[in-house]
T-cell receptor
Framework: DTEVTQTPKHLVMGMTNKKSLKCEQHMGHRAMYWYKQKAKKPPELMFVYSYEKLSINESVPSRFSPECPNSSLLNLHLHALQPEDSALYLC??????????????FGAGSRLTVL | LAKTTQPISMDSYEGQEVNITCSHNNIATNDYITWYQQFPSQGPRFIIQGYKTKVTNEVASLFIPADRKSSTLSLPRVSLSDTAVYYCLVGAHDKIIFGKGTRLHILP
């Protein structure tokens, strides 16, 4: 299995809702990532987990809460979001080579709309 | 982190060879150069990675001069389906930051 699977593909939520995005990989990759992408902009790094521990948080607001229950799963919990948080949320994983040769495998993304 | 600079956009015609150059003056000794392709509403897809000289795979070639301060992605005989955004990334272990990319538009 060489895929990263993201669910749901589309999510519409109100500003008071609590929802979660899910990501799964079965490639034995040790690092998992969340990116946010707005239209016609590059993906923007949010969080990185390495060996199931949060290693990078790019100053993301606390209304986004990541969780890595095990080495194959990555969640992004959403609470009290704003309309400007509407975007494509991308999950990725990598073998995590320590020599600058990291290659990311991305999922298809979850399209989030906040009303 | 090494910063990358690419053309914002490029147009080409079907059947042509397309070369996209990326500048990375501050590349570190251990950094590799990696290119991704992204179609609208999809995640980026790995195309090719290299450290020096030339790398070729089934979809592209990557040319890296000796000083490694730039690299060129070469797409042979492009088709309409190669219309996408192409990102050049350098380094950087786990903190993988995307630059603005090159929007490639293939014309019939």
């Amino acid at each position: 299995d060489t895929e990263v699977t993201q669910t749901p593909k589309h999510l519409v939520m109100g500003m008071t809702n609590k929802k979660s995005l899910k990501c799964e990989q079965h490639m034995g990759h040790r690092a998992m990532y969340w990116y946010k992408q707005k239209a016609k902009k590059p993906p923007e790094l949010m969080f990185v987990y390495s060996y199931e521990k949060l290693s990078i948080n790019e100053s993301v607001p606390s209304r986004f809460s990541p969780e890595c229950p095990n080495s194959s799963l990555l969640n992004l919990h959403l609470h009290a979001l704003q309309p400007e948080d509407s975007a494509l949320y991308l999950c990725a994983s990598s073998q995590g080579r320590g020599d600058g040769a990291n290659v990311l495998t991305f999922g298809a993304g979850s399209r989030l709309t906040v009303l | 982190l090494a910063k990358t600079t690419q053309p914002i956009s490029m147009d080409s015609y079907e059947g042509q060879e397309v070369n996209i150059t990326c500048s990375h003056n501050n590349i570190a000794t251990n950094d590799y150069i990696t290119w991704y392709q992204q179609f609208p509403s999809q995640g980026p897809r790995f195309i090719i990675q290299g450290y020096k000289t030339k790398v070729t795979n089934e979809v592209a070639s990557l040319f890296i001069p000796a000083d490694r301060k730039s690299s060129t992605l070469s797409l042979p005989r492009v088709s309409l389906s190669d219309t996408a955004v192409y990102y050049c990334l350098v380094g950087a272990h786990d903190k993988i930051i995307f630059g603005k990319g090159t929007r490639l538009h293939i014309l019939p």
